[in-house]
């Protein structure tokens, strides 16, 4: 059911900054003068059990466009309810979209109307893939990390 809220560790130290950062999801912040946004994939995913296609990058940027992080939220996304707010409008771009859980790795920069850059992100699911992406917070470049999967 979203949003999730932050998650917190039974780990002996997690407290200390740096060492787990739990957040929620979906998930906004800026850092380092960037505007991020995320969230787990389970919105993209409602969204392709009831549209043709399997075009992430695509979804994405079209959930941007519409200003919504969650189009199929509460009708078949179970969300909590909300009566003065709807946490799932987008109110200011983000400089990166990622949704995570997805079947492969993918990535593109789109401009919004205004001339914004934005760039999209498709994190796939490391325990099938064994994909680790990185962000370069400097220039905003993508790469992956590539870990072997032991089959058992």
Partial sequence: MLPHSRTYSANPGSNE?????????????DIDGWRM?????????????????????????????????????????????????????????PHVYFVGGQPKFETTVIEGPVGQQVT????????ETGDMVLLDTDTLGVEVVKFDILEE
């Fill in 17 to 29: 900054p740096g060492w787990f950062d739990s957040t929620t999801n979906p998930w906004e912040a």
């Fill in 120 to 127: 999209l992100i498709a994190v796939p699911k490391f325990k």
């Fill in 37 to 93: 946004m995320g969230t787990g994939g389970q919105p993209i995913d409602d969204v392709f059990k009831y549209v043709e296609g399997d075009d992430r990058l695509e979804m994405m940027e079209n959930l941007l466009r519409w200003r919504c992080i969650a189009p199929t939220a509460p009708d078949t996304l179970w969300c909590y309810p909300f009566q003065e707010d709807d946490p799932f409008v987008i109110n200011e771009c």
